[in-house]
């Protein structure tokens, strides 16, 4: 099993759109988790960090459940400058290194 | 605001061929990573150094050494380039500690080993 696993994609949807994002991770002493955004041919840059209370920024919601080692991020109202690829990043036993997912690519179209 | 630079941002390289990909960031942070990417593989991490004087292998370090010269500066050596090195290469730095481990990228460079 893959330390970290996400959704394949790419997720087609149109504007105004709700889309939620799964990821799941196999270590389970797994201290810190984030979603990151990628654009195409731009770096990785952070989107929000995951708590385990859950945590909202504007119309993106993560969720993180610990027991099912299972994180979420949920899109709400997608903008065309939504479309992205959104990776999910958890901490690893070091401590020092972040383990990437392969990321889910996300189309808004008009 | 540089945060994070790295250089070269496009190099094609003949095969057999040795480079240095140069990094540096200006956040006083003490972890210093190299990834690359692949079409399909997502970033996978070459090396990093938790802090100045240290260096440790990651995922995939074959083929490639690193000096962490300084606390600012972070640099990944490619002796013998092979076919297989053809990636785009992300420099990285973080500060463990207070920050959630927020991890910051350069704008990476496109290798091509031909």
């Known amino acids: 099993r893959k330390e970290v696993e996400q959704d394949p994609g790419p997720f087609n949807v149109p504007e105004g759109a709700t889309v939620a994002f799964n990821c799941t991770y196999s270590?389970?002493?797994?201290?810190?988790f984030f979603w990151y955004r990628q654009d195409c041919r731009k770096e990785p840059k952070l989107l929000m960090s995951?708590?385990?209370s859950g945590n909202e920024d504007g119309r993106f919601t993560a969720q993180l459940n610990r027991a099912s080692q299972y994180i979420s991020l949920l899109i709400r109202d997608s903008k065309l400058s939504d479309s992205a690829t959104y990776l999910c990043?958890?901490?690893?036993?070091?401590?020092?290194?972040?383990?990437f997912g392969k990321g889910t690519m996300l189309l808004v179209s008009p | 605001n540089a945060g994070v630079t790295q250089t070269p941002k496009f190099q094609v390289l003949k095969t057999g061929q040795s480079m240095t990909l140069q990094c540096a960031q200006d956040?006083?942070?003490?972890?210093m990573y190299w990834y690359r990417q692949d079409p399909g593989m997502g970033l996978r991490l070459i090396y990093y150094s938790a802090s100045e004087g240290t260096t440790d292998k990651g995922e995939v370090p074959n083929g490639y050494n690193v000096s962490r010269l300084n606390k600012r500066e972070f640099s990944l050596r490619l002796e013998s380039a092979a076919p297989s090195q053809t990636s785009v290469y992300f420099c990285?730095?973080?500060?463990?500690?207070?920050?959630?481990?927020?991890?910051?990228f350069g704008e990476g460079s496109w290798l091509t080993v031909v």
């Open positions: 995951v708590y385990s």
């Open positions: 956040m006083n942070h003490n972890s």
């Open positions: 990285a730095s973080s500060e463990p500690r207070g920050s959630g481990n927020t991890i910051y």
């Open positions: 990043v958890v901490t690893s036993s070091g401590y020092s290194t972040l383990t």
């Open positions: 270590n389970s002493a797994s201290q810190s």
